[in-house]
Each structure stands twice: as structure tokens, then as C-alpha cells.
């Protein structure tokens, strides 16, 4: 079946570095994808997303990359803060029959030192 | 984006009995879900909730189990039936923002404890 899979469960930077988080995909026909950022002992919080038909969405200090070919997601984290420190899903939206339901990837602790 | 908000945030239950949680929304949305977050992984789709239907439940979830009602459109419960120890997770509900957009919004969830 579908799977969204992390390539790093934990992630370690120094504060001012920029921190790059990586998730693969099996669902050729997902169109629509979501980073979430789940903070201890709250519910996850919508970060950014991206449609199939784009390669590259820009947030606030995020970015999303998307590569079809390969199906592989990434998100980019600019100037990272103690205050990103967090556990981050991707999550794909399988389209079709799925319409709606989101599939979530392992997840990525990624640690900001000061 | 909707404020959500779930209750009980948290409950120590034994086994054998039944928890009802609770969803609430501040606005009326079309599609609502139940999702399983067992302890250190990640979120698992149980079903979704449909206003006026019954449930949609995803492979390894039933009914019996998960009961879920959804009275209109800014509410919704799941109950955890039977509970066992395997019970032990963090249940969150979500909501679909109206317009056609695929975005859920998370609730802050339910800790639950089964002893």
C-alpha cells in the first residue's frame, strides 16, 4: 500500500543554521503534500504544503521542495531557533479514493541547541 | 484555519471500560477526522467522520471498536470501547477546511492511559 517515509528519524543543529528535513513518498498519484510541526504534548500545526503541479513553495523562514521524478519531499528551515525544536511530519494527500485523507511519514526530532 | 478544541485532554482509564472524546469546532466544516498517535510514532487515520452517515472506518479499525458520532457540522465523538493497555495512545480529531482545500487542522489531542 501507500507509505510516506522519513530518511532521518532525528535531526541536531546549532541555533542560525539552516536545517534541511527529508521524506519520501510511494503514492505516484498523491497531489498534494503537508508539513506539520507537533510540539510536546500538543496536536500537530500546520507548517506548509505544496500541490503536485508546483516544484517549490516559500514560507516564512520554510520552504518545500518537491521532486516528482523521485518522489521525495523536503523542508527547509532558514536561521533555525530553539523554538523550531519539534517533531516534523510530511504528510500526502493520495487523491482519487483517498480525497482528504492525509498519510503521514514517520516523523524527524529535530533538536536546536543554543 | 478553525480552533479545535478536544476533551478530555487527558484520562487514566481501566481496562474493560469505554471513553467517549469529544471534538469541537468554532465554525461548521464538511469533512472531520479521528486519528491514532501510539507513543513515539506517528499519526495513523482511524476514520472519517460524515455529517448525516455513519463513519468511514480505514483498514484495522471497526466500528464495535470506535464508535464515532457526528450530530452536525462542529462536533464529533469517538469512543474508545473495551479498552485495553494496547489502548494507550493519543487520539486527535481534524478537520478539513471548507473552499476545497485537502488541509486538516489538529485539535490538541487526548492522552489516554489504560492501566
Known amino acids: 500500500g501507500e507509505s510516506v517515509g522519513l530518511h532521518l528519524p532525528t535531526l541536531s543543529v546549532q541555533e542560525g543554521d539552516n536545517s534541511i528535513i527529508n521524506c519520501a513518498y510511494s503514492?505516484?498519484?498523491?497531489?498534494?503534500f503537508i508539513w506539520y510541526k507537533q510540539e510536546s504534548g500538543k496536536g500537530p500545526q500546520f507548517i506548509i504544503d505544496?500541490?503536485?503541479?508546483?516544484d517549490k513553495r516559500q514560507g516564512q523562514r520554510v520552504t518545500v521542495l518537491l521532486n516528482k521524478t523521485v518522489k521525495h519531499l523536503s523542508l527547509q528551515i532558514a536561521a533555525t531557533q530553539p523554538g523550531d525544536s519539534a517533531v516534523y511530519f510530511c504528510?500526502?494527500?493520495?487523491?482519487?479514493?483517498?480525497?482528504?485523507?492525509?498519510?503521514f511519514g514517520q516523523g524527524t526530532i529535530l533538536t536546536v541547541h543554543p | 484555519s478553525a480552533v479545535i478544541s478536544q476533551k478530555p485532554s487527558r484520562d487514566i482509564c481501566q481496562r474493560g471500560t469505554s471513553l467517549t472524546i469529544q471534538c469541537q469546532v468554532d465554525?461548521?466544516?464538511?469533512?472531520m477526522f479521528w486519528y491514532r498517535q501510539q507513543p513515539g510514532q506517528s499519526l495513523t487515520l482511524i476514520a472519517t467522520?460524515?455529517?448525516?452517515?455513519?463513519?468511514?472506518?480505514e483498514s484495522g479499525f471497526v466500528i464495535d471498536k470506535f464508535p464515532i458520532s457526528r450530530p452536525n457540522l462542529t462536533f464529533s465523538t469517538l469512543t474508545v470501547s473495551n479498552m485495553s493497555p494496547e489502548d494507550s495512545s493519543i487520539y486527535l480529531c481534524?478537520?478539513?477546511?471548507?473552499?476545497?482545500?485537502?488541509?486538516?487542522?489538529f485539535g490538541p489531542g487526548t492522552r489516554l492511559l489504560v492501566l
Open positions: 465554525s461548521q466544516v464538511t469533512m
Open positions: 467522520a460524515n455529517q448525516g452517515s455513519e463513519a468511514t472506518y
Open positions: 503514492n505516484s498519484a498523491s497531489d498534494y
Open positions: 504528510a500526502e494527500n493520495g487523491g482519487g479514493t483517498s480525497y482528504g485523507k492525509l498519510t
Open positions: 481534524s478537520v478539513g477546511v471548507a473552499g476545497g482545500r485537502e488541509t486538516q487542522y
Open positions: 505544496i500541490r503536485s503541479n508546483m
